[in-house]
């Protein structure tokens, strides 16, 4: 069967320039012909020189390339409620649009998060029993063969021991159709100085997560704790999992600006550097935050990916990849069902 | 005028194997004569023998090292709660005492960081106006001249906007006089998803802030920017900042680990790693965490300054001068004086 994913064409820093050609490599390279159709939402004008120069007049010839007109773009920096009352026929609106009426399978935007998060819960509504969408994304792991989970990195703040819960059981259901583990064991983010064992909150999040029979919870998460492997899925709100994701951001870069540094420092170093620099470029390879590329909005009616707004090329593949992926194995379905079991067990338990 | 600085010589993984040493190479090696007398307290039976096999009978004759028996130590895992009621004689205990009795000015301890805090809190009590202790420390920065400090670091979670002023006025205090920085520039952790501009709590301490004539409140800070010389303190509840701390921790035990393998691959890899020694020992000097070790516990009537539990001796030399630094500039009065102003601005404002 064929899947179709709609892509926000005009979003990001970049925008047609980069999810033009991602898309063609994603179809011609990656994929198998009729496995999946991809359609490009925005300014025709704007998109379909890229598709010639990118040699792919074939794909929209055998239409599994689409180009779906749309007249408006959702700027970076707009505010979210503006965007959503006076941009409706934005390339992120109507590809969500081809969503909700099921024309596509999952869409992908590189756009402003704000805007794709109203936006998307507007138009496509929460899954019932989902309070808001959390977004969940991959994070690195010292054991690189190993797939984390986290959520939410940002989607709202000020979440209830309830939503944590929310978050925890559709974590779990992503992670298990997702990457085949049976049991994912779901973690909670917390402190762990001596005295104060975690938030009020956090505590009563642990409570409720420890008593569903959905979850295989596991217990506190500390933040030096996060890429041992320790969890499949680490449930936190979205302010200190925003934190948490910004602040390893700062740390790899004061390593990298610091690396980059002592290696100019004189003739040796730089020698150094030359030498080292297939080991250097190994360990950026491995972590590389383009290949963690591509968080979900969850909780939704439907598939929403949102690429990060910097994304080049190769790291947008990443985010139609994920989508593509989601969208295969119905995993709207999959969470829809396991919430229902939740509020089920809640009313008779 | 000599000052004296009272040390938990029993706490901390290592207890008196670490402390003594580090107390000795202080007083000898790198500072004067005279300038400061050290209290050693714990078990003498375990202390003394150090002092011999470390060199230092001399301090001892000259009286600018001292050893003031308490018979019990608290465990790094004990609940601070029982620490408090069962262990009146513990080192950790008798250090704080010599500080509230003012024989010391000044104490350290790298034992549990609970039973530390609930110590220190019931011996020396609140400066008046203040509500709870913060953890305050270095982080590492950019530009590595330069001094970022943060608060607090998990002393408390579920600070009010009152409390998160207060870590504001603190940090501020100890910036300006510490590193002499006539006006700190102070920021606010915070979220930057475009959709939510943090909790309602970082909102009503962001409007206290940018009221307060004491402070040079310059906004909110991002996770990525914690490391970039964009403020001089960052403020911000227990939760999140322990979070972030840990978290760094974390990214840059992943980074070192991925070096690590990927230079032992094969041959080549190993040769590089040869060559690029230097350089990788220069960066992980540049980026040390035992150089930023010595958080102060600020807020208490006192000087009280704790070190990581796993500090060897050049790590816990570091929160010595901490301390030295802190006592030598009356930090207490310091910062009593600004609450008080504060106070009052309350009043009549």
């Known amino acids: 069967m064929t899947t179709t994913i709609a892509i926000d064409a005009m979003g990001g820093d970049y925008g047609a320039d980069v999810t033009v050609p991602a898309a ?15 359609i490009l939402v925005g300014i025709e004008d704007q998109i379909r020189p890229l598709v010639s ?29 503006m965007a959503l009352k006076k941009k409706k026929d934005s390339s992120m609106r109507v590809a969500i649009n081809l ?7 999952a869409c992908v935007s590189a756009g402003n998060t704000g805007a794709l998060m109203a936006t998307a819960r507007f ?5 019932p029993g989902i309070d808001r969408p959390a977004l969940c994304s991959i994070i690195p792991s010292k054991d690189h063969q190993k797939t984390i989970r986290m959520l939410d990195l940002g989607a709202n703040v000020d979440s209830s ?25 779901i973690g909670l983010l917390n402190v762990g100085a001596e005295d104060i064992k975690g938030s009020e909150k956090v505590k009563k999040a642990a409570s409720l997560l420890s008593q569903s029979s959905l979850l295989n919870y596991t217990g506190y998460v500390e933040g030096h704790e996060l890429y041992d492997n320790k969890v499949d899925v680490v449930v936190c709100d979205g302010f200190e999992g925003n934190i948490s994701l910004k602040t390893s951001e700062g740390v790899a870069d004061l390593l990298v600006n610091a690396a980059r540094e002592e290696f100019k420092r004189n003739i040796f170093t730089r020698f150094a550097a030359l030498v080292a620099m297939p080991v250097l470029k190994a360990i950026k390879m491995r972590l590389d935050p383009r290949s963690f590329n591509g968080a979900t909005f969850i909780g939704l009616n439907g598939i929403v990916i949102k690429s990060h707004g910097g994304a080049d090329k190769v790291s947008f593949m990443y985010a139609l990849e994920t989508a593509a992926k989601q969208a295969k194995l119905n995993m709207t379905d999959h969470i829809r069902e396991q919430i229902t079991i939740a509020l089920d067990t809640k009313k008779t338990g």
Chains 1, 2 share one sequence.
């Open 24 to 38: 063609i490599d994603f179809l011609k390279k990656t994929h198998n012909a009729n496995d999946y159709k991809i």
């Open 53 to 81: 120069q990118n040699n792919a007049d074939d794909l929209i010839a055998n239409q599994s390339l689409l180009i779906y007109p749309a007249t408006q773009v959702v700027d970076m920096e707009e505010a979210p409620a």
């Open 99 to 105: 969503v909700k009426e099921n024309t596509a399978q």
């Open 123 to 127: 138009v496509l509504k929460m899954i």
């Open 161 to 185: 021991p309830d939503m944590l819960l929310q978050f925890a059981i559709m974590g779990s259901v992503l992670t298990r159709h997702v990457d085949n583990v049976d049991l994912p064991k």
